[in-house]
């Protein structure tokens, strides 16, 4: 095995890929199984997930989320695609460059929403800022909206991605 | 109503947009 450029870029997809599954495997289980589960969860229980499992998840989420981006466009630039598929390959009309390029705009878009809008929205619906009553809620829904969006784009997202490695 | 306040929404509002993203791909490449 010769420590060569194959090998450096194997290196850092398998980065990029070991930090997509923690994000993207964050936001599903916020998804499907932190929010639906907290009507069923008693008052005096709550607090053991605002207060305690909410923050550390969301910790290891918006980090993951901007460790996926750093190493997606190192590796889009090591493997010269980078400015073809920014520009969603309608520079030279290939599928390939088209394809990891629609991914890498969802991709983009959700890590916007994961340190812009989730997260500030988040830790005043947690407690973690001082806000209103009336701001408290309006945050949350901001938060879970959003959050929404990102589950709604990570179906196309990851279609993109595998389809740009083996479809085209 | 918006189809991201149910979970089932969600999902098939995402695979809408898969299709759609498909054939602009296959638009894109050919």
């Known amino acids: 095995m010769e420590f060569d450029h194959t090998w450096w870029t194997f290196l850092i997809r398998w980065l990029h890929v070991l930090s997509g599954f923690m994000w993207v495997g964050l936001l599903w289980y916020f998804n499907f ?5 907290m009507p069923k969860i008693p008052d005096e229980q709550k607090p053991a997930i605002s207060k305690v499992i909410a ?3 969301l910790f290891w989420f918006r980090w993951s989320a901007l460790s996926t981006i750093v190493f997606g466009l190192i ?3 090591m493997n010269g695609y980078l400015t073809e598929a920014l520009s969603l390959g309608l520079t030279d009309n290939v599928a390939k460059h088209s394809a990891i390029g629609f991914g890498m705009w969802m991709g983009l878009i959700m890590m916007f929403n994961v340190w812009f809008i989730i997260w500030p929205n988040q830790k005043k619906a947690l407690g973690m800022v001082e806000v209103s009553d009336e701001e408290r809620p309006k945050a949350a829904r901001r938060a879970g909206v959003t959050s929404r969006i990102n589950t ?3 179906i196309p997202m990851l279609y993109a991605m595998v389809s740009a490695q083996n479809l085209y | 109503m918006n189809p991201l306040d149910s979970l089932s929404g969600t999902i098939i509002s995402g695979l809408v947009i898969t299709v ?3 054939v602009l791909i296959n638009a894109i490449g050919a």
């Open chain 1, 33 to 37: 199984v932190q929010t639906p589960s």
């Open chain 1, 152 to 154: 709604m784009l990570s």
């Open chain 1, 75 to 77: 590796l889009a630039q």
């Open chain 2, 20 to 22: 759609i993203m498909v």
């Open chain 1, 55 to 57: 923050p550390a998840a």
